[in-house]
């Protein structure tokens, strides 16, 4: 597994639970580019001393062939930490992030993800325990806060105390979930103090909003694409051309070939036809994006509760339903 390597517009694909885990992978990087790396969905700290297969299942080297993937580690106990970044060396990786971001109040009220930023002297200890026994390196996904952007100064004077590959932040508070502004006059003032490489990760939903902040962040080493690419799988192709095209039968076609891909990759894991429709509906709140009318679309997929009606109707709108010009998309994170 490669290591992270500092460049100016190296592009990370967000690790959204339930969305973007290795069937979704796989699929995406048949038919589309411009992604270098993909933070693999959090694996939680294991209950007891050992971890199932089931929970390393997604960051096999096997379930990713091809796929720079850098494995991602929800938690708050040193010693796991430390048992499962060893399996993950094992497994040939370099690197693992730890979620120090997830707003999710079941989460977060255990003093994990995004729920540790209020504690700074308890991420120190951690940090303490976990830095000079960790056989690989660590990168930290972080907010800037849980209960006030203002928590960012003192998680600063944490991070910069310890030799982390890079932080990378989404400038939004736990609190927030993924409403609201995001606090990028707190950013502002917290990069010129941090001593690390930092990515940016937050609301880049095409090509105008990506050159909107990466001119007011020219520091970033990179930057995380999240429900952006579910709204636009062809975002980070996007992103690098001299202008936004206009949707075409050739983005159709890349599009439904996708699409079926990804039906297949879903049929493989083994889930029953109505456990697949309900994975089916939750994509395509954010696939309906991709057409014009997507609410309509979506109050029309949600209330389709048989399986083959489901996907024949999926179908006529993949073959038949204007695409939408590509611009913002009414995504966040």
């Known amino acids: 597994m490669n290591n992270y390597k500092s460049r ?12 973007t885990e290795a069937e979704f992978r796989r699929a995406w990087s048949r038919h589309f580019t411009g992604i270098h790396q993909m933070v693999s969905p959090f694996i939680p700290l294991a209950e007891g001393t050992r971890f199932r297969q089931q929970h390393l299942r997604d960051v096999l080297p096997e379930a990713n062939p091809g796929l720079t993937i850098i494995p991602q580690v929800l ?9 499962l970044a060893r399996r993950l060396q094992e497994l040939g990786y370099a690197t693992v992030n730890w979620n ?27 940090l303490d325990e976990i830095i000079p026994a960790l056989p690989i390196a ?11 952007p203002e928590e960012f100064e003192k998680l600063t004077e944490v ?24 606090h990028l006059e707190t950013l502002d003032a917290a990069i010129g103090k941090l001593k690390h ?3 940016f990760s937050g609301d880049i939903t095409d090509r105008e909003s990506f050159l909107a902040l990466r001119k007011r962040y020219p520091t970033a080493s990179g930057w995380m694409l999240g429900r952006g690419v579910l709204a636009n799988p062809f975002l980070a192709e996007q992103i690098k051309l001299t202008a936004t095209p206009m949707p075409s039968q050739a983005h159709r076609h890349r599009l439904v070939s ?23 509906k939750d994509y395509w709140w954010y696939f309906a994006r991709w057409f014009t009318e997507a609410d309509q679309i979506f109050h029309r997929l949600s209330h389709l509760n048989d399986p083959h009606a489901f996907d024949a109707e999926a179908g006529r709108i993949l073959m038949q339903q204007p695409l939408t010009p590509f611009g913002p998309r009414e995504v966040r994170g």
């Open 258 to 280: 996708f699409y079926s891909d990804l039906m297949l990759e879903l049929a493989d894991k083994g889930r029953s036809p109505l456990s697949q429709l309900g994975k089916k």
């Open 8 to 19: 100016k517009d190296m592009m990370l694909m967000a690790p959204l639970q339930g969305f």
């Open 138 to 148: 660590l990168s930290i996904k972080t907010r800037l806060g849980y209960q006030r």
């Open 75 to 83: 938690g708050n106990d040193a010693p796991k930490f430390l048992l």
């Open 197 to 199: 490489d930092w990515i």
């Open 159 to 182: 991070f910069n105390d310890y030799p982390l590959q890079n932080l990378v932040i989404h400038p939004r508070i736990g609190v927030q979930m993924y409403d609201g502004e995001m």
């Open 100 to 126: 120090l971001g997830c707003p999710k109040p079941a989460v977060a009220r255990k003093k994990r993800g995004s729920g540790l930023l209020p504690f700074p002297d308890l991420l120190r200890q951690l």
